[in-house]
């Protein structure tokens, strides 16, 4: 189940904006205020709305819940944008998805007052789209604190939260081949297996030793919770994986190696779309999918009239591109310096 297109009108920094998605892996660069953290939100709460029943007011009332949980607000017109001046425009916030092929399409509508309104078409699935968020923060460390949030309403970023629900969940005793593939790779880079343990998580070597998280190698976390999250069948053939700066705190050494990753589960079935500031990240992708794996980069760029998106399915071939920018721009210093 993949999400094809997206339509975003006066969402924060988004004024109109629409995306035609690949079912394999979006990636979106971007200056800093550009929403891509914003647009990754969007999709988990597209994702997670759970249709148990055709009526408008449960799946509105759930899509709703999801954006006051990851934007940690009870007044929905605090996210309402206010850059368009046209009187004459709709003053409503509009957040439009279509899916699985376009077969499935809905509307939801923020209005003025904070409200929601119905949607305009009840997709005929039932259920949520299995969905993983990776948040830019590592948090397997933090074990125990989805209990907490839980029964004391801790004031957090429920993709915070949910990453730790997700990854704690038992694991399946069967996988499919090609998946399990994904998963002896990943062991043999971390040089052994996840274990979850007492509310916490390690890394059981292959010498026996038990290494915890929070002493283990911040790219080992990484590929560790990756693990975890296939061993737990989170990560399976139709759900879609949303990743936050992979290259955060990421030796560059393991970047072709989470992108050869990616790649897998992208073939697999996986739709991945992931946000980034990191040029290997960018060049490993277009070097390494080689006609394996499906890839469309998006830049998100400011404009007198908001944010405006640039799609290309080759990195190089982006106008806007604010990581060649830096680049360019710390090469010139360079050749300043030297003459």
Not at 181 to 205: E, M, S, T
Not at 206 to 218: D, K, M, P, R, T
Request: hydrophobic residues 40%; negative net charge.
């Amino acid at each position: 189940m993949a999400i094809n297109k997206l339509s975003i009108k006066r969402f924060t920094v988004f004024d109109k904006i629409e995306f035609d998605f690949c079912d394999g892996i979006n990636v979106f660069i971007g200056e800093n205020g550009t929403g891509k953290t914003h647009l990754l939100k969007i999709i988990y709460a597209i994702c997670g709305c759970e249709r148990l029943e055709s009526t408008e007011n449960i799946e509105t009332q759930n899509f709703s819940e999801k954006i006051r949980a990851c934007f940690q607000t009870k007044d929905l017109t605090n996210l309402t944008s206010n850059h368009a001046d046209d009187i004459t425009r709709s003053k409503n916030t509009i957040i439009e998805a279509f899916i699985d092929d376009n077969k499935h399409h809905y509307q939801f509508v923020i209005k003025q007052t904070g409200e929601f309104a119905g949607t305009a078409y009840i997709p005929k699935f039932k259920g949520a789209i299995p969905v993983v968020f990776i948040p830019a923060k590592e948090m397997l460390t933090h074990a125990r604190l989805e209990k907490d949030f839980l029964v004391r309403d801790v004031p957090f970023d429920i993709t915070l939260i949910d990453i730790l629900i997700k990854a704690g969940v038992s694991t399946l005793k069967h996988l499919p081949e090609n998946i399990s593939a994904v998963l002896d790779r990943i062991a043999q880079i971390i040089d052994g297996k996840v274990v979850y343990n007492n509310d916490r998580y390690f890394i059981q070597k292959q010498n026996g030793s038990l290494i915890e998280f929070a002493v283990e190698a911040e790219g080992f976390k990484k590929l560790g919770l990756i693990y975890r999250l296939i061993e737990t069948g989170y990560l399976n053939k139709g759900s879609v994986l949303i990743w936050d700066e992979p290259e955060a705190n990421m030796n560059p050494k393991l970047i072709p190696v989470i992108v050869e990753i990616l790649l897998e589960l992208s073939l697999y079935g996986v739709q991945v779309f992931i946000a980034t500031h990191e040029y290997n990240l960018m060049k490993y992708f277009s070097v390494k999918k080689n006609g394996n794996g499906d890839v469309a980069f998006f830049s998100l760029h400011k404009t007198e009239n908001g944010v405006a998106c640039e799609k290309e399915e080759d990195y190089d071939l982006l106008e806007h591109n604010a990581i060649i920018d830096a680049n360019t721009k710390l090469l010139e210093d360079e050749i300043e310096r030297i003459l």
